[in-house]
């Protein structure tokens, strides 16, 4: 349904379903794609898509491949690739002009580990109450597979037609070494643009009013690298000057001592100017500031002390595990530690380590990186058309609110595609509370009314953008 043709009646439902005042099922313009995207939704939580025995991954990829060829879609258009104990989704909803390149809409049906005794609730039982569904993967993703996949269901129902292919993929190891997205984007290196729902998203204050809206186009690269210092080692008895734990030590010191050379892209500079009417005086004083010059000491001092901002100024690196010696009473033969980097897109791997070396200042020390399966990624440009289409998508149930463009200090299959020269948006329409985002946490839940407005959401941005 056009957003145009919306009634009073459906722009009041989806006002107060934006603020959580209604049952999803009922609430909007598509009972019927928003009562499947919560059945899609419990079921897929159930399934434990989790790398390691037992993995669910493939029998939920099968469930989903059920689920949209019941809706409409050719058995032959959605496939399923076992890839070691996990498997990827592909779904090609056909357009009319099959020379266009294809919009991709993007996601993952993996999730991490959740530990049942740890959780008040069972992980991998959907519940329902109080207005949340909660289990592994209310939050990241299954929320937003089940929103994508009930939208395309009901364009389906629609008879909607997109002069270009629409193809949704489904990653199946996002959470661990991304394999399956590497191969998903070298199978579509010249697609038109992808657009994730597994980044971005909408803010709520503690109140739950709607605050703003991110649209993601850059994200930072993920490093780790392990710093080690060995010695003989020998009796504590006779301690000695040259100590692996010390030398570590103070090498970790320095490191943590260090600022990276502040950066400024694109993305930044507008989300700063955007937000910085957003935030207290002193931050908006020093987001204005940085913008114009990222040079500005005093601004770099203020954002470095916010930890919600630090990460979006320039590279950073942290400790984020140790481990020395092998017995109590002998000196340390060997001493090592991970320092965990969020690497600011155009810099490389190698920068960063050579940086950390000279940091570091020891040459005791060696140093190494740890592949885990990333990438460094250029920014995509902030094009007219996809803040548009978001804007008539939100303007559905949240009228006017700001979008900043934003990047992710995190890792999201968008990298993958973006280093093909792929432009990928983080563009998931679901408006959570600081206090409620327990992605990869205990007791992970989502509040339900996001469904009504986030079908409705869909269907216009996909409609927008496939013609």
Known sequence: MPVSTLSVRTRALMAACALGFCTPAVAGPNPAA????????KHAIAFRSVQGPGNQTPQL??????VLVAGGFAADDVTITPVDDTAFLVARYRGSDSKLKPLLLSGHIDVVEAKPADWERDPFTPVIENGYIYGRGATDMKFDDALMIASLIDLKRQ????????????????ETIMKTTQMLAAQFPDAYMLLNGDGGGGALSEDGKPAYFVLEGAEKAYGDYTLTFTNPGGHSSAPRK??????LSAALTRIGNHQFTPQLND??????LTAADRADPKTGAAMRAFAADPTDKDAIATLTADPSHVGQIGTTCVATMIDGGHALNALPQRATANINCRIFPGTSFKQVEDELVRVAADPRMQIKFIDTGTTASPPSPMRADVTAAVRAGLDIAYKGVPIIPSMASGASDSMWFRVRGVPSYGVAPVFIKDSDDFSHGLNERTQLFNIAPGVAYWNVVIKRLSN
């Open 267 to 272: 993305i930044t500079k507008a989300y700063f």
């Open 61 to 66: 990829a099968a469930y989903l491949k059920q």
């Open 242 to 247: 040259e100590n692996a734990i010390y030398e």
């Open 34 to 41: 928003e009562a499947q995207a919560l059945d899609i939704l």
């Open 159 to 174: 008879h909607f037609t997109p002069k270009r292919d629409v193809v949704l993929t489904l990653s199946g190891d996002e």
